[in-house]
């Protein structure tokens, strides 16, 4: 057997060990074995009924917890099974915290102990209160604005009095022995940057991967970048495709509206603000990217992410906040929600890419260049519907003189588009011909 998130083989005992017991008793708890070697073969251990005494002594007057150890006689050796139960409190060893992750132990310092602490206490960093901040300093006018859609979506309660903020907050619990905690100040706050580093919104819009056109920065409190992003985004940064049924002018965006707005919800909200990075919305031709810092629950995957979950957010005040003005659900539908809307409007659903802090979402659209290649189009057919999309529509001629071929093999191919591939209507009568992009 492997070595794993709760195993762990030693040959033999050295007291620097007695940092591996205290990284499974601060993570899940686990057994080392001493005696074995890397994969698991027993090798024998001297002195092991020695050991048998010494080593929870020794975890007992360092670490100041109790283990079980066993000794286990065999043929091959004679070996010591550490059994460390998880431990509720902290446990340091020498003022050190160590912790088991995956198959190997980490010392925990900085912003990584801090997390640690706080969730050894029952706490999340959100949680954290700000002293010498009184309600005065909150945005009054973000307030009203967060009380309003609260009692429209029927989560809070229409009987706290207009203007008793305190009560607000209380009931929302953003505020413990009097102070604000971090999320109140992050929600409500005109500026809280100037206690949280990174707390923004950067919007770009590139042409390549590193051709930067033009950007964008959103600040305030976490509302008001909900709203003000969502804005820019849908009359900046997102084009709004025209069609027409009958005389009726319709707008259908490249991506759908509500399923944008839950995937920057969710970045603002289970963002690991003490990264002090802000979130970032990279908008491309063909494709949306959001990226907030933050890590998954501990021991999910990115397929259980995928798969029907329950809740667990990495920020529960701020949360339970954008939940009760009625901006997300509670059930952890976010993905299903997102995937459904883009579905429904014939998109590919949401891809999804983690990689240690780094957490991305992307959207592509109806015509992105990976989906046309996929859809057996050609590198000429390709560039052309790319065209349509920048410029709205194609000729036969410029079809042909865009990609540098004959009239017959340009009427060919764009015939394709249109009956094969689907991607093209005609327009116009056959002496001026154009074609534009189909989106039904």
């Avoid at 005696?35 to 020695?50: F, I, L, S």
């Avoid at 997390?115 to 959100?126: A, E, M, P, T, V």
Wanted: charged share 25%; hydrophobic share 35%; glycine share 6%.
């Amino acid at each position: 057997m492997q070595e794993t998130q709760n195993i762990e083989y030693k040959s033999s005992w050295r007291d620097e060990y007695l940092k591996w017991i205290c990284g499974f008793a601060n993570a899940n708890g686990g057994t080392i074995f001493i005696g074995k070697d890397d994969k698991g073969n027993t090798v024998g251990v001297a002195e092991a009924k020695k050991l048998l005494e010494d080593i929870p002594n020794k975890v007992r007057d360092v670490l100041g917890i109790l283990v079980d150890v066993n000794l286990q006689e065999t043929a091959e050796g004679d070996y010591l099974e550490i059994v460390v139960d998880p431990y509720p409190n902290p446990v340091n060893y020498k003022g050190q915290y160590h912790y088991r992750s995956g198959a190997t132990k980490q010392e925990l310092k900085g912003v990584a102990l801090d997390k640690f602490l706080l969730q050894k206490q029952g706490k999340r960093w959100d949680s954290v209160t700000i002293p010498k901040v009184a309600i005065a300093d909150l945005k009054q006018e973000t307030l009203a604005f967060f009380r309003e859609r609260g009692i429209k979506s029927k989560r809070l309660p229409d009987s706290i009095p207009q203007d008793d903020v305190a009560q607000l907050l209380e009931n929302l619990n953003l505020i413990e022995e009097g102070n604000l905690k971090r999320a109140a100040l992050l929600l409500f706050h005109p500026n809280p940057e100037k206690f949280i580093t990174g707390a923004y919104v950067k919007i770009g819009y590139f042409q390549r991967e590193a051709d930067l056109v033009f950007q964008d920065e959103v600040h305030g409190n976490l509302i008001e970048q909900v709203e003000k992003t969502i804005e820019l985004l849908f009359t900046k940064y997102i084009k709004a495709i025209i069609s027409y049924e009958g005389i009726h002018r319709i707008e259908t965006y490249e991506y759908p509206k509500e399923a944008v707005r839950e995937a920057l919800l969710n970045a603002i909200a289970h963002k690991d603000y003490s990264g002090l990075t802000p979130i970032q919305v990279r908008v491309y031709r063909d494709k949306l990217m959001i990226w907030n810092e933050g890590t998954l629950p501990e021991n999910w995957t990115l397929e259980k992410l995928l798969q029907s979950h329950s809740s667990r957010p990495y920020n529960p005040d701020i949360a339970n906040a954008f939940f009760r003005c009625g901006y997300v659900e509670s059930w952890g539908r976010g993905i299903h929600i997102m995937a459904k809307l883009c579905q429904a409007q014939g998109l590919p659903q949401p891809f999804y890419n983690i990689d240690g802090s780094d957490f991305w979402i992307e959207f592509r659209d109806l015509f992105n260049e990976q989906g046309l290649i996929e859809r057996g189009l050609n590198e000429r057919q390709i560039k052309a519907v790319l065209y349509v999309k920048e410029k709205g529509e194609i000729t036969k001629k410029e079809y042909q003189e865009l990609n540098n071929i004959s009239v017959r093999t340009a009427v060919y191919e764009l015939k394709e588009l249109v009956e094969k591939y689907k991607l093209l209507r005609i327009l116009g009568a056959s002496v001026n011909t154009s074609y534009m992009l189909k989106y039904s």
